[in-house]
C-alpha cells in the first residue's frame, strides 16, 4: 500500500506542457477521434500524472503526429500484451484520454513518456491511417448529482483515507489533505485508486466501472480490508517493538550490573556458574573423549546468551557428566571366610550361589587385573531369596548396592535413554543407576529380567545386550551421553522366575545359578533363624518368650502356604504376632507356645489342601508327581474303559505336550498288547477316557508319561496299581523311559506326603546328588527305571479280582 514507485502526482504539480494540450472535441455524433497508445500494463487513471514506457515503433510514430497537432491520445488496455495487432476484440472497451508530454530517451535504451489522464472514453471504432492507429470513442459522463447517500460515502471513505494515512508511513499526509478538497465522486475514487498499491486486476476494475457512484463504494471496501491489515501489522509490530524493547532494557541492566559487579570485584551469577563447572570440569578425573565433550559443551554454554532455553539442555547435560562416576571405585573386601560368613548368616542354604561368589572372590585375589566381572542370572520361584542374595553379595564384596527393576519395561529408551534433541531427555535406567551408585564397580541387581516387554519403542532386551555383554559393556553407549562409559567393573546379577521367556542371545550372555524351592525342613530352619525372630522384633514380642513349636510350623507351611519360597509363610507368622500383640496391648492372656492344636485359633481353618495318596490300591488310577513354581505336587491320573469305538478321550485340561504323551502311552500299549495278554479286538471295541483330577488347573509336560501307560495298562489288564508309589519320566514308543525336570521337588514331595517308593529314569541318576541327605529321606526308596517293563514291575499288583469291576466298566 501507499504512493507507486512511478510517482503518480496530482494535476496542479506544475508540469506546464500539459496545459497547452486541449481535450478532443465531440463530433455530431458525440464522439472523439485520437491517436491510439496501447498500454500492457500500466493504467493511466484521469487527473492524474503516470510514466509510460513506450512499446515499439508504431507506438513512437503516434505520440509525435499527437505531439505535432498538440492533441490528446487514447490508452487502450491490452488484454494479450504480445498480440501483434491491435483491435478491437483485442483490448477492454473501457479507455482513457490522455495528454502526452516531451519523449525521454534513458541511458538502457529505453523510451518513456508522461501521461496525464484527461478522462474516460468508450471505444467504438478502431482504423489505421497513414500507419498510424486511430480510434474512435464516446466520452463518458461521470458527473454525480449531490445527494445524502453520495456524500455519506464520501465522507466514509475520506475516513478510511485518514485511517491509511496515519497507519502507514509510506502515504504522505498530504495524500489525505488533497483528497480532503475533492468534491467530485469519480475524481475521489480515481485519485484513491491512483494512490493506493493495488493488484493489476483491482486497478483495472476500477477504471472499468464507469458508474462514478459505484466505483467510489468498492474503493470504500477496499479501504476498509487495508485498514484491518494496517491495524493487525500495526499490533504485532507493536508486540515485536516491546519484545526488543524489553530484551534491550534487560541487556542494558545486565550490562550495568556486570559493570558495577566488575567495579566491586564481583562476578554475575552467570559467569560464576561457569567458572564453577569449568572448575569441576578440570577436577573431574574425565577420560579424554569424555572430557574433550565436556568442554566443547562448556564453551558452547559460555557463548549462549543466559536467557535462552538452551543453556538449561546445556547444564543439565554438564551436571549429568560431572555426576557419574568415572573412576571412584569400592574396594574390595576378598575374605573369604567373612564373605562365607556374611552369606550364611542372611540365608539358609542356596550352596550354588555361595559358591560362585566364593569362586569368584578367590580369583580375584590370585588374578585381580585378568578376569572379567560375571553375568550372573538367578533363576527361581518367588521368595526363594534372589533380590536378597543380591544384597548379601554386596555386603559381603564391601560394594555398593542398586538395583532396578524391569518388569513391564517395554521402551528401548528405558535402558539407553533419550537422545537430546527430545525435550525432557534424560539417560537410560543403567545411567542414572550408576550415578545413584556412586562407584563404578557396585552390585547392579536387574531384577525381573524375564518380565522385559517390547512394543513399538523398540525392544529392551536387545538394549540389554550390550550391558551385559563383557566384551561390548567397557564402552556402553547411551543416547543421552552420547559418550562411551565403562560398566565392566560392574557386577551384574539379574532375577527371573523362569528362563524361558529370556531371548536366547540375553540368556547366552548369562551364567545360569538356579535357586530350588525350599524343602520343608529348610522352611522350618529359615522360619526359626530368620521369619521368627524378625516378626517378633517387628511387633514388640522379642523380650515376651514366645516360641513356635515344629508341629505348628509344619502345620502352617503344609495347610496354610502353597510355594517354593517362604514369603507366605512369613506373612503366617507375622498374622500369629499380631494376633498376640493385641492380646497384650488389650492386658489379656495370651499364649507363649504356639503348638498345632492352638493354630487354627490365630489363622483360622486350614487354606490349603496337601494332596495325598490313594487310600487303597486300585484298578486304573496311578499317582504321579508333578512340578509347579511352589515346588512339587502329587497328580493322580484316572483310567477307565467304556464301551465305544476305540477312541481316546483327554479331560482335565490338559496341554499339548500332555496330550500327546497320552497318545504315545496309548500306542505303547496297543504295540505291545500281546505280550500283556490284552486282545487287540478290545482296542475297537473300547473307549479309553484319562483324567486328570482339579480340572481347573492348567497341566502339561511329558513327565506324565509313564504314569498314563501304567494307568491304561492297570485298566486293561485288571491289576491294581500300589498307592505307595509315584513315578514320573517320559515315554516313547518302545517303551523307553527318558529324563524329566523338577526332580527335587518331585521326590521331597512325594516324601512329605507319605509316598514309600518313587520310580524315576535311570538318566536322571546325575540329578540325586542335589537331593537332601539320605537320613533326611528315610523310609522313601528310590528306584531307577529305563524301561516300562520295569515300572509296571514295581507298580502293578497281582491280577486277584476277576473280572473288571465299576472302576473299569467295559
Not at 73 to 82: A, K, Q, T
Not at 203 to 222: K, N, P, V, Y
Not at 239 to 259: G, S
Not at 296 to 325: H, Q, T
Request: charge should be negative.
Amino acid at each position: 500500500m501507499g504512493l507507486r514507485n512511478e510517482s503518480e502526482l496530482m494535476i496542479g504539480h506544475g508540469i506546464s506542457e500539459f496545459y497547452s494540450i486541449q481535450d478532443a472535441k465531440p463530433d455530431e455524433s458525440g464522439l472523439i477521434e485520437c491517436v491510439v497508445v496501447g498500454l500492457a500494463d500500466t493504467i493511466v487513471f484521469p487527473r492524474t500524472v503516470t510514466p509510460l514506457f513506450v512499446r515499439d515503433d508504431m507506438d513512437i510514430r503516434a505520440i509525435q503526429a499527437a505531439q505535432d497537432r498538440q492533441e490528446t491520445v487514447i490508452g487502450v488496455l491490452l488484454r494479450d500484451p504480445e498480440a501483434e495487432d491491435i483491435t478491437l476484440e483485442n483490448v477492454y472497451p473501457i479507455a482513457t484520454e490522455m495528454a502526452l508530454g516531451r519523449l525521454m530517451h534513458l541511458p538502457e535504451g529505453d523510451t518513456t513518456v508522461l501521461a496525464q489522464g484527461r478522462r474516460r472514453v468508450e471505444l467504438v471504432e478502431l482504423r489505421e491511417q497513414d500507419g498510424i492507429l486511430r480510434a474512435r470513442a464516446r466520452p463518458l459522463n461521470e458527473a454525480v448529482e449531490p445527494q445524502r447517500d453520495v456524500t455519506a460515502m464520501r465522507r466514509a471513505v475520506l475516513n478510511l483515507f485518514q485511517r491509511c494515512v496515519e497507519l502507514n508511513p509510506d502515504l504522505p499526509e498530504e495524500a489525505y489533505i488533497y483528497a480532503l478538497n475533492i468534491e467530485e465522486p469519480s475524481w475521489l475514487a480515481d485519485l484513491l485508486a491512483s494512490s493506493l498499491n493495488l493488484s493489476a486486476d483491482e486497478r483495472l476494475h476500477a477504471l472499468q466501472t464507469g458508474d462514478a457512484f459505484e466505483r467510489l463504494r468498492w474503493i470504500s471496501g477496499i479501504l476498509g480490508r487495508e485498514v484491518e491489515m494496517l491495524e493487525l501489522e500495526e499490533k504485532i509490530q507493536s508486540q515485536v517493538r516491546q519484545e526488543i524493547d524489553q530484551t534491550q532494557r534487560e541487556y542494558y541492566l545486565r550490562e550495568q550490573m556486570r559493570a558495577i559487579q566488575h567495579e566491586l570485584g564481583e562476578m554475575d551469577v552467570f559467569q560464576q556458574d561457569l567458572q564453577d563447572l569449568r572448575r569441576r570440569i578440570a577436577e573431574t578425573p574425565f577420560p579424554d573423549e569424555v572430557r574433550e565433550k565436556a568442554e566443547k559443551e562448556l564453551a558452547r554454554l559460555a557463548m549462549i546468551p543466559p536467557m535462552a532455553p538452551e543453556v538449561g539442555i546445556v547444564r543439565s547435560y554438564l551436571d549429568w557428566l560431572l555426576d557419574l562416576p568415572w573412576t571412584a571405585t569400592s574396594e574390595d573386601n576378598l575374605d573369604l571366610a567373612h564373605a562365607a560368613r556374611v552369606l550364611d548368616e542372611e540365608h539358609f542354604g542356596l550352596r550354588k550361589a555361595k559358591d560362585r561368589i566364593l569362586e569368584h572372590m578367590a580369583v580375584r585375589q590370585l588374578a585381580p587385573d585378568k578376569m572379567r566381572s560375571p553375568i550372573l542370572c538367578f533363576v527361581g520361584p518367588p521368595g526363594t531369596g534372589k533380590t536378597s542374595m543380591g544384597k548379601s553379595i554386596a555386603r559381603a564384596l564391601g560394594r555398593e548396592f542398586v538395583r532396578v527393576s524391569l518388569g513391564g519395561v517395554r521402551d528401548e529408551a528405558e535402558i539407553r535413554g533419550h537422545r537430546r534433541t527430545y525435550i525432557g531427555a534424560l539417560p537410560g535406567r543403567i545411567i542414572q543407576t550408576m550415578r545413584r551408585a556412586g562407584t563404578i564397580n557396585p552390585v547392579f541387581m536387574l531384577d525381573e529380567i524375564d518380565k522385559l516387554g517390547m512394543d513399538f519403542r523398540g525392544d529392551p532386551a536387545a538394549a540389554l545386550l550390550e550391558v551385559l555383554d563383557p566384551e561390548q559393556n567397557a564402552s556402553f553407549s547411551d543416547h543421552y551421553l552420547d559418550v562411551g562409559y565403562d560398566l565392566s567393573q560392574v557386577l551384574f546379577i539379574t532375577t527371573a522366575n523362569v528362563i524361558d521367556p529370556i531371548p536366547p542371545a540375553l540368556l547366552d550372555r548369562m551364567e545360569v545359578i538356579e535357586f530350588p524351592g525350599y524343602t520343608e525342613d529348610e522352611k522350618i530352619s529359615i522360619a526359626r533363624r530368620f521369619l521368627i525372630p524378625r516378626q517378633l522384633e517387628q511387633h514388640g514380642l522379642e523380650a515376651k518368650g514366645i516360641r513356635f513349636d515344629t508341629g505348628a510350623l509344619q502345620l502352617i507351611i503344609r495347610e496354610y502356604t502353597y510355594e517354593a519360597g517362604v514369603r507366605n509363610l512369613e506373612r503366617e507368622i507375622a498374622k500369629v504376632c499380631r494376633k498376640l500383640a493385641r492380646r497384650l496391648a488389650e492386658k489379656r492372656h495370651f499364649p507363649k507356645r504356639i503348638t498345632a492344636e492352638s493354630l487354627d485359633k490365630f489363622l483360622g481353618p486350614p487354606q490349603i489342601i496337601s494332596p495325598l495318596a490313594e487310600e487303597r490300591d486300585e484298578i486304573g488310577v496311578a499317582t504321579g508327581l508333578a512340578w509347579t513354581e511352589a515346588g512339587g505336587d502329587l497328580m493322580a491320573i484316572e483310567v477307565t474303559l467304556l464301551p465305544g469305538k476305540g477312541m481316546l478321550m483327554l479331560t482335565g485340561q490338559l496341554g499339548e505336550v500332555m496330550q500327546e504323551s497320552a497318545q504315545t502311552a496309548l500306542s505303547y500299549v496297543r504295540s505291545r498288547a500281546a505280550r500283556f495278554g490284552i486282545d487287540p479286538e478290545e482296542f475297537e471295541r473300547l473307549d479309553i477316557h484319562v483324567h486328570l483330577p482339579e480340572g481347573a488347573i492348567p497341566k502339561d509336560g511329558p513327565s506324565a508319561g509313564i504314569t498314563l501307560a501304567t494307568a491304561m495298562i492297570s485298566a486293561m489288564l485288571q491289576r491294581r496299581v500300589r498307592r505307595d508309589v509315584a513315578m514320573t519320566g517320559e515315554i516313547t514308543l518302545r517303551g523307553n523311559v527318558l529324563p524329566v525336570g523338577g526332580l527335587r521337588e518331585k521326590i521331597l514331595t512325594a516324601h512329605r506326603l507319605g509316598v514309600k517308593k518313587v520310580l524315576l529314569p535311570k538318566r536322571n541318576e546325575k540329578d540325586l546328588a542335589e537331593l537332601p541327605p539320605r537320613r533326611k529321606l528315610r523310609g522313601l526308596e528310590l528306584v531307577l527305571v529305563s524301561h516300562m517293563d520295569e515300572v509296571l514291575e514295581h507298580a502293578l499288583l497281582d491280577a486277584d479280582v476277576p473280572g473288571r469291576d465299576s472302576s473299569a466298566t467295559s
